[in-house]
């Protein structure tokens, strides 16, 4: 590359810089400020994020900020998502044993399928039953995050996105109150407990926070479970991307290219399942992911006027809500009568 075009590509980094600078700084704050609220009080960060972005929103309605907060949405995101792959350890997920890893899978699938089927009859189509199945069946707002990168663009993905991920991020704070004591009341041991809360709610610091409620073993075993889950982000996030492929006949073999944020998944989630990541790599890794998802579901709220919920109606929650309770009661029946 001679020094001229070295220079030309020097100015265009700069321009774009300057031109996202002001909605990045705006998304970071945002994320910052959520991430000091849920440290001082406890809850949530994802929804804090949402929530503080969308009582923001006025600054994401800026031109100057709109680059930047596309940026955050975007790029952001699926970096995030990729660098999801370092948490996983294929070495910590086998000591769960194969009954409750089948069971969970089981589970994961069935809520999902459910999801798609029940958002056709619903008439809020395969889409967003499969956003809200695998956000509900994973990891909660990572998942929907990482499934709604992988759907077909639509004119309303992103106001989709942002239910799912508060309906999610809500009900799994419910569950981590409530789950606890539905295990109590089936008398299920300590072990099997602990799959329940680990295979069932949403997110990870709830299952954390249910799981040790109960004993250490329940929580350590709700939490191997819930590592479980994560892993199946990425081959479900393929079969999404694959299934939903619009245009795939047209555009040949290069429709079925697998998103390159799931290679990123893979690929960490292969080294550290190899012991290839040390320590400090998977800490930097897990902080960095935590962040950029932080950031980019900040700038999904700083895009989203509140008055653009309201139009979804009451469909959506009772699917939501719907695919939870399949999902805890698949886990329930399979633990009492399988394992």
Not at 42 to 66: D, I, K, S
Not at 303 to 321: F, S
């Amino acid at each position: 590359m001679s020094a001229a075009a070295g220079n030309t590509e020097l100015k265009r980094a700069r321009a774009a810089l300057a031109l996202q600078f002001p909605g990045v700084a705006i998304a970071a704050l945002v994320a910052a400020a959520a991430l000091l609220v849920s440290r001082e009080y406890g809850g949530p960060v994802m929804l804090f994020a949402l929530l503080l972005g969308m009582a923001l929103n006025l600054f994401g309605r800026e031109e100057r900020t709109q680059a930047g907060i596309q940026f955050c949405g975007k790029t952001l995101l699926r970096i995030g998502v990729a660098l999801l792959g370092a948490r996983i350890g294929a070495q910590d997920i086998a000591t769960l044993g194969a009954a409750p890893i089948a069971l969970v899978f089981f589970a994961v699938l069935a809520t999902i399928v459910l999801g798609a089927v029940l958002g056709r009859l619903m008439g809020l189509g395969a889409e967003r039953g499969v956003l809200t199945g695998g956000a509900t069946a994973i990891c909660g707002a990572s998942a929907a995050l990482a499934i709604s990168a992988a759907l077909p663009d639509r004119p309303t993905r992103e106001r989709d996105t942002l239910f799912t991920i508060i309906a999610v991020t809500t009900l799994s704070t419910v569950a981590m109150v409530l789950y606890p004591l539905i295990t109590r009341a089936f008398g299920l041991s300590d072990v099997t407990a602990g799959v329940v809360i680990g295979g069932s709610i949403h997110d990870v610091a709830q299952v954390v926070g249910a799981g040790y409620t109960i004993s250490e073993e329940a929580g350590d075993t709700a939490t191997l479970t819930k590592l479980f889950r994560v892993a199946l982000l990425a081959p479900v996030v393929l079969a999404v991307a694959l299934v939903f492929a619009a245009g795939t006949r047209q555009r040949g073999l290069k429709g079925l290219a697998p998103p390159p944020m799931l290679l990123g998944f893979l690929a960490l989630a292969t080294l550290n399942s190899l012991g290839l990541l040390p320590a400090p790599v998977v800490a930097a890794a897990t902080a960095l992911s935590t962040a950029f998802l932080v950031i980019a579901v900040a700038a999904i709220g700083l895009r989203t006027n509140l008055a653009d919920l309201r139009t979804l109606g009451w469909k959506p929650l009772a699917l939501v809500i719907g695919e939870t309770g399949f999902l805890l009661i698949v886990l329930l029946v399979g633990v009492t009568h399988f394992l």
